[in-house]
C-alpha cells in the first residue's frame, strides 16, 4: 500500500528486519511521554516479526523506516491480555496483539499511524487470527481515538507492564 502524496510505502515487517525496528524503537522512544509506550523486550520484537507469531508492518518514507505497528500472537502466554478479559483457552490462542505503534518524531499526526494499523488489523483478519487487543495509556488521547477509529472498543483499565496503568481495547472480527 503506498500513499503518493507522501511518498510513504506500508510493507509487512519480517525476521531481516530486526536490527532496524530495534535501533527505530531506541531512538524513538525517547521522544514520546514517558509511559505512552513501553519498551518491547528483544523476543517480543522477534516474535512480532516471526512469519508464524507475527505480523507486523513498517512505513517507510523512500526506504527510510518511519513508523512500525509491532503485533504477535501471545497464545497461551502470561502476557496475553485476553486473561484480564476472562477468555478461555480457545479465545486466548486466537488472539493477537498490538505492542505499539510508533511514529518518527517528525511524522507524527499525518495518518501514518492510522494506516498502519488499518493495513495490520486487514492482515490479521486474513486468516491469521480472529481477536486483536492492544493496550493504550489512559492519557494517550491520539492512540486512544485512532483504535477507536479503526473500531476498537474499550473493554477495562488496568496495571500492565510494571504497573503502568493501561487501558485494554478489543476488536473482533466480524
Known amino acids: 500500500m503506498s500513499d503518493s502524496r507522501l511518498n510513504i510505502q506500508i510493507r509487512k515487517l ?10 527505530f524503537i531506541e531512538t524513538q522512544i525517547l521522544t ?5 509506550f513501553f519498551p518491547p523486550s528483544t523476543t517480543i520484537i522477534k516474535k512480532s516479526l516471526n512469519n508464524d ?3 507486523s508492518h513498517g512505513a517507510f518514507d523512500n526506504d527510510k523506516l518511519i513508523g512500525i505497528r509491532l503485533t ?10 485476553g486473561y484480564d478479559l476472562n477468555y478461555d483457552d480457545r479465545q486466548l490462542n486466537q488472539v493477537a496483539q498490538f505492542h505499539g505503534t510508533l511514529i ?17 488489523v486487514s492482515s490479521i483478519f486474513n486468516g491469521f487470527a480472529n481477536i486483536i487487543l492492544a493496550t493504550v495509556n489512559p492519557d494517550n488521547e ?7 477509529k479503526n473500531g ?23
Open 14 to 23: 519480517i525476521d531481516p528486519d530486526f536490527n532496524l525496528v530495534n535501533e
Open 152 to 174: 476498537f472498543d474499550r473493554k477495562v483499565r488496568t496495571l500492565k507492564y510494571i504497573n503502568l496503568p493501561r487501558l485494554i481495547f478489543e476488536k473482533r472480527s466480524v
Open 104 to 120: 518518527l518524531d517528525n511524522k507524527r499526526y499525518k495518518g501514518i499511524g492510522n494506516r498502519l494499523v488499518s493495513e495490520n
Open 53 to 55: 507469531s507475527g505480523i
Open 32 to 36: 514520546i511521554p514517558k509511559d505512552f
Open 72 to 81: 504477535y500472537k501471545p497464545g497461551l502466554d502470561t502476557e496475553n491480555h
Open 142 to 148: 491520539t492512540s486512544i481515538r485512532m483504535l477507536e
